[in-house]
């Protein structure tokens, strides 16, 4: 299957950083270089030269993405480097595609940042629809727009129902993520002196 990678509005060098779990390396850059064949420009830890800060690298990276590709897994979902590049690329304000490469359960403090946020579950769909729909959703970040709203294709009604209440009743696991990722924020401040 060819999907042209043809991200209108997308600026000329814009391209993706990857954000994996490395025990899952061999499965990404399958996908890494079907996205390359499809004219996508792609940055993943292979150029990340011996000898350099790599710290440094994946943070210029990430800020000079147009885009982020997260390949979900438990494992890159307990990855400390994993979870700094995705709030990394949060706080720097790129979108972020998420694919569920296995059954996955945001952290509290990922379902707060990302909780909102389509994932493609790769290993739910058959191949060709996996790449069609990843395809689609990267043009789209790196035109930087927002994926399509669900229903969006069905007209708005004039009976509509009400909008929901402005406070969740589920509001208790948001602070105790919010509380807890302050709490690791600060023991990790407290341990860098």
Not at 115 to 137: C, P
Not at 146 to 166: E, Q
Request: hydrophobic share 50%.
């Amino acid at each position: 299957m060819q999907v042209a990678a043809d991200p209108a509005g997308a600026r000329a060098g814009a391209y993706l950083f990857v954000c994996y779990a490395h025990d899952q390396r061999d499965l990404v850059v399958q996908e890494i270089d079907w996205l390359r064949e499809q004219g996508f420009e792609v940055w993943f830890d292979e150029a990340i030269d011996a000898g350099q800060r790599w710290s440094e690298d994946l943070a210029l990276a990430i800020e000079g993405c147009a885009a982020m590709l997260f390949f979900m897994s438990p494992r890159s979902l307990s990855s400390r480097y994993c979870l700094d590049e995705i709030h990394f690329a949060l706080e720097c304000d790129r979108p972020i595609v998420p694919v569920e490469v296995e059954p996955s359960e945001l952290t509290p403090g990922l379902r707060l940042s990302l909780g909102g946020t389509h994932r493609i579950f790769m290993h739910r769909m058959a191949a060709e629809d996996f790449r069609s729909k990843l395809a689609s959703g990267l043009q789209r970040a790196l035109a930087g727009l927002p994926p399509p709203a669900r229903g969006a294709s069905a007209p708005a009604t004039a009976n509509a129902p009400p909008p929901g209440p402005l406070f969740s009743a589920h509001w208790r696991p948001v602070a105790l993520g919010v509380f807890a990722a302050l709490v690791a924020f600060i023991a990790m401040m407290a341990a860098g002196r």
